[in-house]
């Protein structure tokens, strides 16, 4: 099992921004507003990505 690096406990992407949000929220970096709606947008943007640029070479 691969070992997480200190004060990292996600086991998934998910769980990984909720944590990064939570960090730097309790940091003061950010309000919550701005880090879910990032998180929602880069989600989005991954998306569209993935659809329209990461195509199989023929």
Known sequence: MERLPAGFSA????QAVAEVIE????GGI???TADT???KVG?????Y???NYFRPRP
Not at 11 to 14: G, R
């Open 11 to 14: 086991v998934d992407q998910t």
């Open 37 to 39: 709606e990032g998180a």
């Open 30 to 32: 950010h309000t919550r």
């Open 23 to 26: 960090a730097r929220i309790w």
């Open 49 to 51: 990505m993935i659809e």
């Open 43 to 47: 989600a989005a943007v991954t998306a």
